[in-house]
């Protein structure tokens, strides 16, 4: 190798160099200016008849959230989303990735972001009787229905074969968090910007008539659930806040809501008559 050549190689590695430090230096400086909130951006957002002011990092989350801002309202609550909540959702991302035995994934920040703020904001709700819900939710008539089992059994599958059964007397609420208004007069189940990989929802709500607890099976089933038991399995699927306190008090609005809705063990398989059999069972015969 020439002397020459050696000088070319030596110029580009600085040059490199050069450039990861001034992208580290960058990146920092965001950072810094995030902290110092240079660069928040703030707005308003309706959900469960409550006023969420927001203050994020991106501009990307205020889009995320545009079919459910608002104007010119005074919030019921205020949430903000920092730099470190978002390192804590990139550490629960890689926790959570490594418990699957899946390789860490380098999550933007803008989506790690809108994690956060479901978080912050579900745990601010509480207090005010409402609950964030894992599930797949619609309307059939106007009646609010709910489907929910882990990840992966087949809820969004499900609601897609009432929509192809029933056609346009369904409209889908969320199909993966909504919101449950729990009171003395019922239970609301409400729409909400986080409706799943299929973007399926709608800012809409409707009375919670019932809830399904869906497993795989070859027959098409569907029969009550005892109170235990039902509250084991609502208890899985609800977001539980990190405080304490917050935890009695989403116990207790869980118990309020087994009060006032039905819930039921559905098994389906991926034939239309899975659709029928819980509509009978949900609708019908629970009437």
């Known amino acids: 190798m020439t002397k020459g050549e050696i000088c070319y190689i030596i110029i580009m590695y600085n040059y490199v160099r050069a450039g990861i430090r001034s992208a580290l230096v960058s990146a920092y400086n965001k950072l810094c200016s995030a902290r110092k909130g240079e660069t928040m951006v703030n707005f308003l957002i309706g959900l469960a008849k409550k006023t969420v002011e927001v203050k994020a990092l991106y501009s990307s989350t205020k889009?995320?959230?545009?079919?459910?801002?608002?104007?010119?309202?005074?919030?019921?609550?205020?949430?903000?989303?920092?730099?470190?909540?978002?390192?804590?959702?990139?550490?629960?991302?890689?926790?959570?990735?490594?418990?699957?035995?899946?390789?860490?994934?380098?999550?933007?920040?803008?989506?790690?972001?809108?994690?956060?703020?479901?978080?912050?904001?579900?745990?601010?709700?509480?207090?005010?009787?409402?609950?964030?819900?894992?599930?797949?939710?619609?309307?059939?008539?106007?009646?609010?229905?709910?489907?929910?089992?882990?990840?992966?059994?087949?809820?969004?599958?499900?609601?897609?074969?009432?929509?192809?059964?029933?056609g346009e007397r369904v409209k889908m609420i969320n199909d993966d968090k909504p919101l449950l208004g729990i009171?003395?007069?019922?239970?609301?189940?409400?729409?909400?910007?986080?409706?799943?990989?299929?973007?399926?929802?709608?800012?809409?709500?409707?009375?919670?008539?019932?809830?399904?607890?869906?497993?795989?099976?070859?027959?098409?089933?569907?029969?009550?659930?005892?109170?235990?038991?039902?509250?084991?399995h609502l208890l899985s699927q609800t977001y539980r806040p990190r405080d304490g306190a917050l935890v009695k008090t989403t116990l207790s609005l869980l118990d309020k809501l087994l009060s006032r809705v039905k819930v039921y063990r559905l098994g389906v398989n991926m034939e239309d008559e899975a659709a029928i059999v819980a509509y009978r069972g949900m609708l019908e015969e629970g009437r």
């Open 183 to 232: 009171t003395d007069e019922g239970v609301t189940v409400y729409g909400t910007p986080w409706c799943g990989k299929h973007a399926l929802g709608e800012n809409t709500s409707a009375p919670l008539h019932a809830v399904s607890v869906i497993e795989r099976s070859f027959e098409n089933r569907i029969s009550p659930l005892g109170k235990t038991e039902a509250l084991l």
């Open 63 to 166: 889009d995320f959230c545009r079919g459910y801002l608002i104007e010119n309202a005074i919030p019921d609550i205020s949430v903000t989303v920092t730099p470190p909540d978002i390192a804590y959702e990139r550490r629960r991302s890689a926790e959570e990735r490594a418990l699957e035995g899946l390789s860490p994934h380098e999550f933007p920040a803008e989506y790690l972001e809108t994690l956060a703020l479901y978080r912050k904001i579900a745990e601010a709700l509480v207090p005010h009787g409402i609950i964030l819900f894992h599930g797949s939710s619609l309307s059939v008539d106007g009646k609010g229905l709910i489907f929910t089992a882990k990840s992966g059994t087949g809820k969004s599958t499900h609601t897609r074969i009432w929509r192809r059964v029933y």
